[in-house]
């Protein structure tokens, strides 16, 4: 009877886990200037195997991105696919499932990454809310110098990126 208790209780952590995710977003990318950068943007999006699809919107140069299913999200790859084509990210707007997500002091954890909260307020995050990332090399240099003053670099495991919501 104990082995199953504790049956039961890893299958409720783990599928708590499994609700945490990205599930889509929201990539602006500057330079683009015809639709033959795009589709090579596009292309090169693809290759990334926790990416599920991508939809480019040429008038505003923003791809929507949908994100595999319980497949961690690196988002330096994905500033790295943009750089390779020769372009660069202007803005990268997430959006994170947060059942069962703890936050403390402004900071959760995401496939091995930690994420800050730049201006949180008091009010549970639940369900999926939009998160804009304001690092260097995914926000404009007005935005990340806005920001940069306000980040608390603490110390955490694997890379920080500072958001907002």
Same mark, same amino acid.
């Given at each position: 009877? $104990?082995?199953?208790?504790?049956?039961?209780?890893?299958?409720?952590?783990?599928?708590?886990?499994?609700?945490? @995710?990205?599930?889509?977003?929201?990539? @602006?990318?500057?330079?683009?200037?015809?639709?033959?950068?795009?589709?090579?943007?596009? $292309?090169?999006?693809?290759?990334?195997?926790?990416? =599920?699809?991508? $939809?480019?919107?040429?008038?505003?140069?923003?791809?929507?991105?949908?994100?595999?299913? *319980?497949?961690?999200?690196?988002? *330096?790859?994905?500033?790295?696919?943009?750089? =390779?084509?020769?372009?660069?990210?202007?803005?990268?707007?997430?959006?994170? &499932?947060? &059942?069962?997500?703890?936050?403390?002091?402004?900071?959760?954890?995401?496939?091995?990454?930690?994420?800050?909260?730049?201006?949180?307020?008091?009010?549970?995050?639940?369900?999926?809310?939009?998160?804009?990332?304001?690092? $260097? =090399?995914?926000?404009?240099?007005?935005?990340?110098?806005?920001?940069? @003053?306000?980040?608390?670099?603490?110390?955490?495991? =694997?890379?920080?990126?500072?958001?907002?919501?």
């Amino acid at each position: 009877m $104990k082995a199953f208790k504790i049956l039961i209780a890893i299958l409720f952590i783990t599928t708590g886990v499994a609700n945490a @995710q990205f599930t889509k977003a929201e990539l @602006q990318v500057s330079g683009l200037t015809c639709s033959m950068c795009s589709k090579a943007t596009e $292309k090169s999006l693809r290759t990334l195997d926790f990416i =599920g699809d991508v $939809k480019a919107d040429l008038n505003r140069n923003i791809f929507l991105i949908t994100f595999k299913k *319980d497949v961690p999200v690196s988002l *330096d790859l994905i500033s790295k696919k943009v750089q =390779g084509s020769g372009f660069f990210v202007n803005n990268l707007k997430l959006y994170f &499932n947060f &059942n069962n997500v703890k936050v403390a002091n402004n900071l959760f954890s995401y496939g091995g990454d930690s994420y800050y909260l730049l201006n949180n307020s008091t009010t549970p995050l639940d369900g999926s809310v939009p998160l804009t990332v304001v690092d $260097k =090399g995914f926000a404009p240099a007005s935005v990340y110098k806005k920001y940069n @003053q306000a980040a608390d670099n603490k110390s955490t495991p =694997g890379r920080t990126y500072h958001v907002t919501i």
